[in-house]
């Protein structure tokens, strides 16, 4: 398959419809009073653009442990018509570590995995934040383990998507089914809990990218559980939406010197697009 080159009306599209779907997953968790937290790209938009930043492609949303439990317990109240949750428990296809809430009656597939049987849809990310060990090398070892199953999940990917000797690896592991390793997630993330004092982090989620370069190693495999339980509301897009309260702090961990604006020939999207389809989702405004 060819990538899809969006237009740039189309990209606006894209967004406006990760808008849509982010405010109804915030209607809920206001309603019951989940706490959750914009992160990661979406919240250095907030920050430096009040919105999306212009050339990102994705919504990240951070919810510890026990609050994404109690979110999943209230998905009956997510609206049909627009939404729905996608996890290894709701969709027995779905390979990643991490969860999607889709976009009702839209198709969204990336390059390279047109292949997976998984359900499709525009999305956003809501990434569950869970305990790590309070010990460095603790943090350390559970970082290898969480690699090695991270594989596992993506083989059904990487043995199409790669060529030589990784494409054989891939295909070797991929006999593992990915039922072992979230039995093995599911024992793991059942010690999460908001009152402990272990930082977090997603779990099978690689930690790379600036925190993995700048951040030392005694901070580099956990974030404080603070960070994603004292929020503030911030201006997105014209709407509210909570963050981290100490945004400085979070953005310097993820990002550095935040505020500086990338070199151009690096403002892309972060994945590329095989095809796409909007159904009835709303147009650009």
């Known amino acids: 398959m060819k990538e899809r080159v969006l237009s740039s009306e189309e990209f606006r599209r894209l967004q406006l419809v990760e808008l849509e779907v982010l405010s109804e997953v915030d209607r809920v968790c206001r309603k019951h009073n989940i706490n959750y937290v914009i992160y990661g790209g979406t919240m250095l ?5 009040k919105g999306f930043i212009p050339w990102d492609d ?6 510890l442990r026990e609050d994404y439990i109690k979110f999943k317990s209230v998905l009956s109240d997510l609206n049909p018509d627009i939404c729905y949750l ?11 570590g991490y969860t999607k809430v889709r976009r009702t009656g839209t ?13 499709t849809g525009i999305f956003i990310d809501i990434m569950p934040m869970d305990d790590v060990p309070l010990s460095v090398p603790g943090q350390i070892l559970e970082y290898f383990i969480c690699y090695l199953f991270r ?3 993506w083989s059904e990917a990487g043995k199409y998507s790669n060529t030589g000797f990784k494409r054989l690896w891939f295909k070797l592991i991929n006999h593992i089914p990915a039922s072992k390793v ?7 993330v059942k010690k999460s809990r908001n009152d402990t004092p272990n930082k977090v982090r997603c779990l099978l989620l690689p930690a790379y990218g600036k925190p993995f370069v700048h951040n030392p190693i005694t901070i580099r495999y956990g974030m404080p559980k603070e960070w994603f339980l004292e929020r503030a509301e ?3 897009e014209g709407h509210k939406f909570w963050g981290t309260k ?7 961990y993820s990002y550095n010197d935040y505020m500086k604006l990338p070199p151009e020939n690096q403002r892309e999207q972060h994945a590329p697009v095989s095809s796409i389809d909007f159904g009835n989702a709303p147009a650009n405004k």
Request: aromatic share 16%; net charge negative.
């Open 45 to 49: 938009g907030a920050v430096r653009h």
């Open 182 to 188: 979230y039995n093995w997630l599911d024992r793991i």
């Open 107 to 119: 198709s969204y597939i990336r390059l390279g995995q047109e292949h997976m049987k998984y359900k």
């Open 86 to 96: 996608q996890d290894h428990e709701t969709d027995p296809n779905y390979r990643w």
């Open 234 to 236: 911030y201006d997105f």
């Open 151 to 153: 594989k596992i999940l």
């Open 246 to 252: 100490d945004y400085d702090a979070i953005m310097k």
């Open 58 to 63: 994705d919504v990240d949303v951070a919810m």
